[in-house]
């Protein structure tokens, strides 16, 4: 299991788990290698910006190889989605966990409120929180766009499947794309709220909830 210290300064002891690599040159503990590249990777970040740092040095300072780390992440940027991508493995289970008679809408505005749920105060995707300080803002527009599809689809086949229409019609694209776009509206609102930010779920509850409401009427299910 990965550490969910979120790239931040958690204890280089806090990822231990056995499977590891050993110690690098500067006395870093056995941790496995998946956490230590995570870790090394939010120290580097804020120390010399996403921009100025490579996978080399990031190899480098988890004490593993260039090799190890693409063992791992198929590219540098999909460390800043590390936690997110984490949660929504399992986001699928989430949309379909309502029963079968429960309305399209409303299934998915609770499974995508129970995935923002993982997410608060003591959990915070630092390269969302610290854009500006790590110099991440273009890399995770970039980066964004085929996760925000993903989850689109996903969001589509759930609705599609629960209202019994065609998941590349038009109100099931429409309406997952909506919900999405809300959501990560609340996302932004969120991670900009700074040290008064509480928890994410009730502002994507907020964001999400009148757009399931409009679209449920479309659905024939207001």
């Known amino acids: 299991m990965t550490p969910r210290h ?6 280089s002891g806090a990822s231990a788990q056995s499977g590891g690599h050993g110690h690098s040159g500067s006395g870093r503990p056995r941790a496995s290698s998946r956490g230590m590249l995570a870790e090394a990777a939010g120290e580097l970040f804020l120390e010399q910006t996403y921009a100025g740092t490579t996978v080399d040095d990031i190899a480098r300072r988890a004490g593993v190889s260039r090799a190890t780390f693409f063992n791992y992440f198929a590219a540098k940027s999909d460390l800043l989605w590390l936690e997110v991508d984490e949660s929504l493995a399992a986001f699928p289970a989430m949309l379909a966990a309502a029963d079968d008679d429960v309305e399209p809408m409303t299934a998915v505005l609770e499974a995508v409120v129970r995935l923002a749920e993982g997410f608060g105060p003591d959990r915070l995707p630092l390269a969302v929180t610290q854009v500006e300080l790590m110099g991440t803002d273009a890399e995770l527009q970039a980066s964004a766009l085929p996760r ?4 689109v689809r996903l969001v589509a086949a759930a609705i599609s499947r629960r209202a019994g229409e065609d998941p590349d019609g038009l109100l099931p694209r429409a309406a997952a794309t909506a919900v999405v776009g809300a959501a990560v509206a609340a996302a932004g609102v969120w991670a900009r709220a700074g040290v008064r930010r509480g928890p994410l779920a009730p502002l994507v509850r907020a964001a999400v909830e009148p757009v399931c409401a409009g679209y449920a009427a479309a659905f024939g299910s207001d």
């Open 6 to 11: 979120s790239m931040q300064a958690a204890p």
């Open 148 to 151: 925000f599809l993903s989850v």
